[in-house]
DNA sequence: TTACAGGACGAACGATCGTTCTGTATAAAT
DNA sequence: ATTTATACAGAACGATCGTTCGTCCTGTAA
């Protein structure tokens, strides 16, 4: 995952992957079979973290409004904290496989819709509790939420921007409409 | 600049883009040098194209929000168009190498930084006018229509979402305060 | 004691990578 | 008309790519 948030899944080898762990590379690749089946992998265990990082301390939160508010808040202290490397894996595999068909390209978009799914419903919730403008569409709340944290963090890594996460945030605080932070 | 948005910088190949113009491998890496120096011309090529399709029409409206409503059409209408087929130039520039040190990451965080403060200025001659809130902080805006371009553009690509880019384009009017198209 | 499954190894495969060198043909300059 | 410069083709280079092969070692089951 180190290797692959730097590089990109698509920038993933074998041999230099197999030296960086001690292996060999027939050793390596015998764990999957095929160089995809590994970067399949790769991406469901990224996922996995993410999930376990962002949605499972923010699903204690009440639905609505507040949860909505502790995803936004979980998913930059996630951002921030430079788990990966190079950044959002997603946002890499995304941009690696939106014009690119296969496998790879279908992992990243259900996980995608997925994401979206959860955002959406937190939103739809919100709105319906009077927390969110009556005529906000809970679809574009979370393409709005995910755009900010995917487009920004890449440009703030590009930028070496320290504050570009702050910015992030405030801007996805601001599109669910709570107030700046301080 | 067809091969590349598709592939990435990266993944261009003196070998397949050689082919793909029916020129020899030496023939082609002969005008540039290496391999390198050309990835830094198609980069710089993008960039031009990019300015002519967004900026220099916009340019023609009134400094402040006006020209700032111009370019986000602009850009938004840019994405749509499918000059490149592999989605936005710059934003898969940025993902490429935002974790990787060297020129080509350089020539991208300067490119970046050069429109974000061309957003910048238009987002102060706007709140100054009294068309943004005093209390919003220019760079933030142009921060954010970055980020929501970026982000939005290659989530809809992943996604295979049409109506994706209308999205943007309606969370990119929200940001400067303007009202929905209908 | 034997049989066998799983994991990892080193070696090798053909293909392709970026680069370099040499030769030739065309166009420009003298 | 002759020289010079440029553009490109062709061949070859060492390196690395993903993959496959046969082999060995280890641990468990019969």
């Known amino acids: 995952m180190d290797l692959a948030s730097v590089e990109g899944l698509e920038g993933i080898t074998i041999g230099r992957l197999a030296s960086e762990l001690a292996m ?3 050793g390596l690749i015998g764990r ?3 160089k995809e089946t590994m970067q399949r992998a790769v991406l469901a265990a990224a996922i996995d973290r993410f999930i376990a990082a962002v949605w ?3 699903s204690r939160a009440a639905p609505g409004l507040p949860r909505l508010e502790a995803i ?3 998913w ?3 951002l921030r904290s430079g788990v990966f490397p190079g ?5 890499t595999a995304s941009v690696e496989y939106d014009a690119r068909p296969g496998p790879l390209r279908d992992d990243v978009a259900a996980a995608v819709k997925r994401w979206l799914g959860v955002l959406e419903v937190q939103a739809r919730r919100a709105r319906d509790a009077g927390d969110l403008p009556a005529d906000r569409d809970p679809a574009d709340v979370a393409f709005e939420l995910h755009s900010l944290a995917s487009g920004g963090s890449v ?3 590009v930028l070496g921007d320290d ?3 702050d910015r992030v945030h405030a801007a996805m605080r601001r599109a669910i409409g709570l107030p700046p932070l301080n």
Chains 1, 2 share one sequence.
């Open 87 to 91: 950044g959002c894996f997603v946002t």
């Open 163 to 165: 504050e570009a996460l």
């Open 24 to 26: 060999s590379k027939s």
């Open 72 to 74: 936004v808040d979980a």
């Open 155 to 157: 440009a703030g890594r």
């Open 76 to 78: 930059v202290e996630h």
């Open 32 to 34: 999957f079979g095929d």
């Open 56 to 58: 499972q301390p923010a």
